[in-house]
């Protein structure tokens, strides 16, 4: 045993909430794993791989390999090469991706960045529609606003790290810090060349929204350099 909680009353025990939040989210790793598990183990196995996710497939073995996306790997494929065009850049190797749905050629670890981007991508638009669910409970209960703001901070911080490991894979100069303590937060670094330095509570989710945004923006500007190199432009 290590102690008993010195707490009495669980509504009032500040942790509690964040503890539930990190079992879920350790549930959902697992999860993950027990699905991948198998595909990967055969890989270290035996160089070949078959891997299924929601976003896409990937069948092959240790010099090549077919990726495949699903219909919601596409779709958000899709909304990325739309954001890319609409600035002007030339993705047309990306947008025939998009199009096939399909490509086969040497296994790389550029392969694995660009898929996990993509599954990051998406995972970033469902925190922030999240977020943008707090004002309207708050003219509900503000006790139900404030502890979707506060889950949804602790999976800001696991984006936070996921960019950074990303940025890093890709040789970006891209990093984030993040610090929170119940309502509080406060985000410092940079994304390309903007500096970051904002912070407050729930009042400032704005704030919050838009850096997600400029962190989606961001990951389609990887996404465009994982893929280059995976398609040799």
């Known amino acids: 045993m290590f102690g008993r909680c010195p707490v009495s009353d669980p509504e009032k025990c500040p942790y509690l909430e964040e503890l539930q939040w990190a079992c879920v989210r350790i549930e959902r790793s697992i999860a993950g794993l027990k699905r991948n598990f198998a595909s990967l183990e055969e890989f270290l196995k035996t160089g070949s791989i078959d891997w299924t996710t929601d976003y896409f497939s990937i ?28 600035r002007g850049e030339d993705v047309s190797f990306l947008k025939e991706l998009c199009e096939k749905r399909r490509f086969e050629g040497e296994m790389a670890e550029e392969i694995f960045v660009f898929v996990r981007l993509l599954a990051f991508r998406d995972e970033v638009r469902s925190v922030r529609d999240r977020l943008s669910q707090v004002f309207d409970a708050a003219k509900i209960d503000r006790s139900i606003a404030e502890r979707i703001f506060k889950s949804g901070l602790i999976e ?60 989606s923006r961001r990951v389609s500007d990887m996404m465009v350099k994982a893929w280059g190199q995976v398609a040799g432009v």
């Open 156 to 215: 800001v911080g696991g984006l936070i790290d996921t960019f950074n490991f990303l940025a890093e894979k890709l040789g970006f100069e891209d990093n984030l810090s993040f610090e929170r303590k119940e309502l509080s937060w406060k985000i410092q670094g940079k994304i390309g060349d903007k500096k970051i330095a904002i912070g407050g509570d729930i009042l400032e989710i704005f704030e919050l929204e838009s850096l997600l945004d400029r962190i």
């Open 59 to 86: 069948a092959g073995n240790a010099t090549h390999c077919t990726l495949m996306l699903t219909p919601l790997g596409a779709e958000v494929l899709r909304e990325i090469v739309k954001e890319l065009e609409e």
